[in-house]
């Protein structure tokens, strides 16, 4: 039979398949971010069959994140939803026998977040406590009866916390509000610090939901990211807390390690030894030793963590790591007490390492990319959040050897799939000194050699801090290259992960050596022959924001300059809200060596202002306030020389807001295509 005389279905049967055309990719724009799944902190089941982890995601309309608990077995295979809630969830902790998970909400009728607990084999959570300035960070006692959680008080207790409340709420509308100290203390990072309000260790009964403060009248400073306490809860019930152990008005701050008996009572002190910082104590699993992060230089200096091992028997402390010249991160004990495993930076990379308790050296795991949280689970898996330039945060799991490595979440695969990114390049070259510097170098889409491009410097905060291989929120790589833009992002004298030499040769001149890694870059990108040297920006935040502050006023290569929270006067710093060591990143107090501060600060060099300049701020941000910010922009102004200003009357240091964060993108990247067509 001849073709043409089949019925025209089964002539197409006949005929080959021609291949799906594949969609076509784009290259990562701002809204493929706030896309992004966002996967937290996984919690290990009792018998490390499972984790437990907060899964995020944006709601446009509402714009806010919002957050639910899944569960995902380590052995791999599609994992489940555990609650549904509107509200969200955070904090979970798996009890002793696995049956059932505790963690903080604040849902229908909670004016503060409160603790929860809900059963695995199904049915709605429980709510297990009433705080009057909620919970948070719950741990189950071993036995089971108890959840050891933090919560906040006015004065001694629970009674002159209720008290406290009724007052203000009676004198609503005749309240003065004044803040009113003497401490040295007054605000951290967006909030003042309440006068007389202190976090407390409690715990709640399973049986009967009774509250016992398991810490009465104590006041002492505890953890200043979230006003809790970082603690741990050991097999009989005891508590080791990290506070501060220094006292009003907090000339200098201390942070030592806490012993508080299971029934409660005053905490006893076992680090007061140590003038310098120790921290995030964990106890083994016999509950006769404790691990935690310890310093050894005090009163604010740049120092490294090491990781430490403290008999409780003997009060004796043994450093693990001195030889190590890394910094370990979120340890915690295998089961049988004889290894530790923890996360630290290295080389802008973030790895997974596990140490002996014996000593020796670190034994690396898995290697970043970069670890984003790390939880044992059972007596040979590690489940942690990997990341890199390409890849959201997704939960994978690994031997304690380094086999058998496997990917549990696969959240944005598919999105990520549709992107086109550049490629990415580690260079190290020779910077400041004739040291090595290591930089990344990233590629927009379709990058073709012998054609020359903008160049966006992206330089990053703190100075101890890092540009590492991952896919980041902020200031996202193939973001900024998607225009068409080489991005270099240096990671210069000063940066953690390269070893504490390299952090402390900046020390008293923090505008010097970064300035010349940046600009060394700068030369090598030119030379190369890929970059316009008359197209080329350079942006930053925080002390990225303070290092393009000090490039305005020492060199006009640059095209375009974005400065995100920007320290302007290096003076001007000592109204932020955390001042301790800035003697030591400045050379000296403003009373005792002014004039070597004013040699690093930028708006000493305003006469030398010309660069065009997006000058953004958060009005909440404490750390560096925003009148650097507009000090800068009102001499940039009064100069002439082209300026923007954005301030964003809700967010503090960062741009956390999904709207405000589009807005941020759209306007740096606006001024960036502004300046460098």
Known sequence: ??????????????????????????????????????????????????????????????????????????????????????????????????????????????????????????????????????????????????????????????????????????????????????????????????????????????????????????????????????????????????????????????????????????????????PAEDGHPVFSPDGRTVAYGREAKGDGWPDRTRLALLDLATGKTNVLTEAWDLVPEEWSF?????????RAEARARTNVYSLPVAGGTPNVVWKGGRATSLALAGASDLVFGATSFRRPAELAAVKLDGSGLRSLTSWNDAQMAGIAFGEEREVVFKG?????????????????????????????GGPIGTSGDEFHARWNAHAFAAPGYVVAMVNFHGS???GQAFIESILGAPGDKPFRDVMAATDLLVAEGSVDPKRMAATGGSYGGYLVNWIAGQTDRFAALVTHAGIYSLLGQFAS??????????????????????????????????????????EKDFRVPITQGLELYGVLTAKGVPARLVAYPDENHWVLKGNDAKHWYGEVLGWLARWLK
């Open 432 to 460: 400041a000194g004739g040291d090595d510097v290591q930089m990344w170098v990233v590629y927009p889409p379709g990058f073709e050699k012998g054609r020359k491009y903008p160049l966006v410097h992206v330089v990053h």
């Open 1 to 274: 039979m001849s073709l043409l005389r089949l019925p025209v279905l089964a002539l197409l049967a006949t005929l080959p398949l021609a291949a799906a055309e594949p969609p076509a990719k784009h290259p990562l724009g701002v809204d493929d971010i706030w896309s992004v799944v966002r996967v937290g902190r996984p919690v290990a089941s009792p018998d490390g069959k499972v984790v437990v982890y907060p899964r995020s995601t944006w709601d446009a309309a509402k714009n806010r994140m919002l957050s639910d608990l899944w569960l995902q077995p380590v052995a791999g295979g599609p994992g489940r939803r555990l609650t549904a809630h509107e509200a969200g969830e955070s904090a979970p902790a798996f009890s002793p026998d696995g049956s059932r998970l505790a963690f903080v909400s604040k849902r229908d009728g909670d004016k503060e977040a409160q603790l929860y607990v809900i059963r695995l084999d199904g049915g709605e959570a429980e709510r297990w406590t009433e705080m009057p300035l909620g919970a948070q960070s719950p741990r189950w006692t071993a036995d089971g009866r108890r959840i050891v959680f933090v919560s906040a008080v006015w004065g001694e207790s629970l009674e002159t916390t209720k008290a406290e409340l009724a007052k203000r709420e009676k004198e609503e509308k005749t309240r003065v509000r004044a803040t009113v100290s003497e401490s040295r203390l007054v605000r951290y990072w967006d909030r003042w610090i309440e006068a007389d309000q202190w976090a407390h260790l409690f715990a709640v009964d399973a049986a009967t939901r009774a509250v016992t403060d398991l810490t009465p009248g104590m006041k002492r400073l505890g953890n200043l990211e979230d006003g809790g306490i970082v603690f741990d809860v050991a097999r009989d019930g005891s508590v080791v807390f990290a506070a501060n152990a220094t006292e009003p008005p907090y000339r200098t701050m201390n942070t030592d390690l806490f012993l508080v008996p299971a029934a409660g009572g005053a905490p006893r002190d076992l680090t007061a030894d140590n």
């Open 577 to 618: 809200d955390l001042a301790y060591g800035r003697q030591h990143s400045y050379g000296g107090f403003p009373y005792t060596n002014a004039s070597a501060i004013e040699r690093w600060s930028p708006n000493r060099y305003a006469a030398q202002l010309k660069t065009p300049m997006l000058v953004v701020h958060g």
């Open 496 to 498: 953690s992960s390269f």
């Open 334 to 342: 295998t089961p049988d007490g004889k290894t530790l495993v923890f």
